[in-house]
Nanobody, 117 residues
Framework: QVQLVESGGGLVQPGGSLNLSCVAS????????MAWYRQAPGKERELAAR???????TYPNSVKGRFTISRDNAKNTVFLQMDSLKPEDTAIYYC???????????WGKGTLVTVSS
């Protein structure tokens, strides 16, 4: 089992920055893929950024060049640096982890990011 706890959300003005963190705990050998998904009011959950254990990253066009995902494997932590934030980035951001050894997906409870003046 893996427990994921996010932190770092909050209210920020357009053009501002936030850094989200997610720490994984529990009983596991290795976490393979880690990612951040987001869900805006009235919309489906979508990928915000993804990173493999080896550090390969994937971003949708909507955040490319503004968001940076990174991870610290030794600390089982994933980060999301969000710059040049826009009102449309407002959403609940969820941490995701995939453990390949058990083919299991895990989700955090989410942290709210609000971009507004």
């Amino acid at each position: 089992q893996v427990q994921l706890v996010e932190s770092g959300g909050g209210l920020v003005q357009p053009g501002g920055s936030l850094n989200l963190s997610c720490v994984a705990s529990g009983t596991f050998f290795n976490i393979d893929t880690m990612a951040w998904y987001r869900q805006a009011p009235g919309k489906e959950r979508e990928l915000a950024a993804r990173i493999s254990r080896g550090g390969s990253t994937t971003y949708p066009n909507s955040v490319k060049g503004r968001f940076t995902i990174s991870r610290d494997n030794a600390k089982n932590t994933v980060f999301l640096q969000m710059d040049s934030l826009k009102p449309e980035d407002t959403a609940i951001y969820y941490c995701f982890a995939y453990v390949g050894a058990t083919s299991s997906n895990y989700w955090g409870k989410g942290t709210l990011v609000t971009v507004s003046s």
